[in-house]
């Protein structure tokens, strides 16, 4: 597998570079890869079918200046910014392998990310799970959410890393979601979210192991994804359209 570290210059072309590698893939461009980038500026994703005005403080984001965007694929609305460590893989689809379905791809690639992030903390003082299908928390602290896309024959699987963000501002730009995993339990932001305080080179690290990602991708599709970035990621039509 290849793995790049896609750091553009603006969110929207990195949400973009996410979709393009899988549509890169998928027209038989690109393979296996793994990408990582690392948020400069503070800002909100919303789910494919998120509705923004239930999930954002659109208010408060307006007045901070916060922007907000929309991604490729479904799950709940996340703030980032400095301090937080998004990855995508692209994988490829086989019909009796394990990412034949939704499911069986969730509970493969949740799996192997844990015990990926567990190798990378020496003597973790909580246990380290997947809960709710798609998170990863240090006990019963989230500290990884994550999501799929899939097309016919490749997927897209990606989600962000907390390891030193600012904790203190999710409950300020962000409601408390209108769909949440039983095990949250209604807690607010502040008692629901944690920081793995890595940094994110050990946890890049540690991924790539699991994943065998040890070729560099040098040529990631750099135009096709500022022109998606441009015609989509950063439009209102996009990003307010529910």
Request: charged share 20%; net charge neutral; aromatic share 8%.
């Amino acid at each position: 597998m290849k793995w790049c570290n896609l750091n553009l210059p603006s969110p929207a072309e990195q949400l973009a570079g996410d979709e393009t590698l899988l549509d890169w893939s998928e027209t038989g461009h690109g393979e296996e890869t793994l990408l990582f980038w690392e948020p400069r500026e503070i800002f909100v994703v919303v789910g494919y079918a998120n509705k923004v005005a239930a999930e954002v403080n659109v208010a408060a984001c307006a007045a901070k200046k916060i922007p907000i965007f929309r991604r490729c694929s479904g799950g709940g609305t996340v703030l980032q910014g400095p301090g937080c460590l998004n990855y995508a893989l692209i994988l490829r689809i086989s019909d009796d392998g394990p990412l034949r379905s939704i499911t069986s791809a969730n509970q493969f690639i949740m799996e192997r990310n844990r015990a990926a992030i567990e190798s990378a903390i020496r003597n973790p003082q909580s246990a380290i799970s997947v809960r709710g299908h798609t998170d990863l928390c240090l006990g019963d602290l989230k500290f990884s959410g994550n999501s799929q896309r899939r097309k016919k024959n490749f997927l897209l699987f990606h989600g962000s890393f907390l390891l030193n963000f600012n904790l203190a501002l999710v409950g300020e730009f962000l409601r408390m979601p209108s769909l949440q995993p039983g095990y949250r339990a209604d807690r607010s932001h502040d008692d629901f979210v944690a920081n793995l305080n890595l940094p994110a080179e050990q946890v890049k690290s540690a991924l790539q192991k699991a994943w065998n990602a040890t070729e560099a991708l040098h040529n990631p599709p750099v135009q096709e994804i500022q022109r998606l970035a441009t015609e989509k990621y950063s439009t209102d039509e996009w990003n307010f359209k529910l």
